[in-house]
């Protein structure tokens, strides 16, 4: 089982910028993904950025060019690092890993953009 804490979120005014961090409770050897994912009142969870095992980085079109995923060449801390926040990124944003023995969420962190 793997614990997944996200800290990093906060109140902002829109434009400026919030960098979340993910930490896992053990060491993660292998993984598909690594992700962060959003949901807002009234909506569905939704994809906002990920890294494959590969290395490659993928992000939802609202946040191209906004939003960076990073992490640690340790595999954890996961980090999402988002600048120019605008209102429609307010949301609860969740660290997420997949692993061939399972999916693993974190509690999330509330992002709200004014």
């Known amino acids: 089982q793997v614990q997944l804490v996200e800290s990093g979120g906060g109140l902002v005014q829109a434009g400026g910028s919030l960098r979340l961090s993910c930490a896992a409770s053990?060491?993660?050897?292998?993984?598909?993904?690594m992700g962060w994912y959003r949901q807002a009142p009234g909506k569905q969870r939704e994809l906002v950025a990920l890294i494959t095992n590969g290395g490659s980085r993928n992000y939802a079109d609202s946040v191209k060019g906004r939003f960076t995923i990073s992490r640690d060449n340790a595999k954890f801390p996961l980090y999402l690092q988002m600048n120019s926040l605008k209102p429609e990124d307010t949301a609860v944003y969740y660290c997420?890993?997949?692993?061939?023995?399972?999916?693993?969420w974190g509690q999330g962190t509330q992002v709200t953009v004014l």
């Open positions: 053990r060491v993660i050897f292998s993984f598909n993904t």
């Open positions: 997420n890993v997949k692993t061939r023995l399972g999916d693993y």
